[in-house]
């Protein structure tokens, strides 16, 4: 229990000091949940009811590698939390990587740069979730023939209020 709470605080410690975001732990739906061979996943609920899930890795992880873990795990990501004070870091990155490929074209537009941009690393990782789809939380399953398995059952749906 103790163990918890301290996981909790040192959550919302990461999520202020690394994504400049202040947020407070309502409840954990689950906790380090395996994703891949590597990484693992925290889902949990602020107390202004809003859902997400932290994603950290002993290698590097890219953000299109925490796009597909996110779908994989039945999400809806909303939003790709940039690291603290990086507002553009995902387009900088994008432009940068595009640069390199094709040195010549000085002004990609933003579609241009769309592959590019998940090429950004991303350890660790914070996510808005929108959705949880078919109501599931899925972990990764090596004994599972799909290869994920459901975690936890759940379910929620973000409204968009004005």
Do not use: C
């Not at 202004?48 to 950290?56: D, E, G, R």
């Not at 590097?60 to 999400?75: A, H, P, Q, S």
């Not at 040195?103 to 740069?113: E, L, Y």
């Not at 949880?132 to 209020?161: H, L, M, N, P, Q």
Request: charged letters at 30%.
């Amino acid at each position: 229990m103790n163990d918890e709470i301290y996981d909790d605080l040192a959550l919302e410690q990461i999520a202020k000091a690394k994504f400049g975001m202040k947020v407070e732990i309502d409840k954990v739906i689950v906790r380090q949940i395996p994703v891949s061979h590597v990484a693992e996943a925290t889902v949990f609920m602020t107390t202004k009811k809003q859902l997400f899930v932290y994603v950290t890795a002993h290698s590097k992880l890219v953000l299109g590698d925490v796009k597909k873990i996110v779908t994989r795990m039945g999400l809806k990501a909303e939003l790709f939390l940039p690291p603290k004070g990086e507002i553009d870091y995902f387009d900088e990155i994008g432009r940068a990587k595009y640069r390199e490929v094709f040195p010549a074209r000085t002004k990609p537009s933003a579609d241009d740069i769309i592959f590019y941009r998940t090429l950004a690393p991303y350890n660790p990782a914070l996510v808005q979730i929108h959705e949880v789809k078919d109501g599931e939380i899925k972990k990764f399953d090596t004994d599972s023939s799909s290869g994920w398995r459901t975690a936890a059952k759940f379910a929620y749906r973000r409204i968009k209020t004005s």
